[in-house]
């Protein structure tokens, strides 16, 4: 499956942004997705997951209560809408597959949107 996120920007503190995930290639419904973020200099992180139904979703406690992930199966997609952003948010957003379960390494990586959040 091929995978490409948009949506990043610059945004002030407090602010939001929405990122899609477009995919390609194999059935998407078939594929639990995740967002994975990269801060400079340090490790990519999990940031958030939905099952391949929907019906799941899973948050990293830094984002809990400020981003949410969606998707809709129609038309090969997942978001990540992501409130009350703050600097240390800023990172390179990355879509993520998983060819099995949430929790294991994804299978499948988009190339990466910036974000940047300005205090």
């Known amino acids: 499956v091929q995978l490409q996120a948009s949506g990043g920007g610059l945004v002030q503190a407090g602010g939001s942004l929405r990122l899609s995930c477009a995919a390609s290639g194999r059935t998407f419904s078939s594929f639990a997705m995740g967002w994975f973020r990269q801060a400079p200099g340090k490790e990519r992180e999990f940031v958030a997951a939905?099952?391949?139904?929907?019906?799941?979703?899973y948050y990293a406690d830094s984002v809990k209560g400020r981003f949410t992930i969606s998707r809709d199966n129609a038309k090969n997609t997942v978001h990540l809408q992501m409130s009350s952003l703050k600097p240390e948010d800023t990172a390179v957003y990355y879509c993520?597959?998983?060819?099995?379960?949430?929790?294991?390494?994804?299978?499948?990586w988009g190339k990466g949107t910036l974000v940047t959040v300005s205090s």
């Open positions: 993520a597959a998983y060819e099995f379960a949430i929790g294991t390494m994804p299978d499948y």
């Open positions: 939905i099952s391949w139904s929907g019906s799941s979703t």
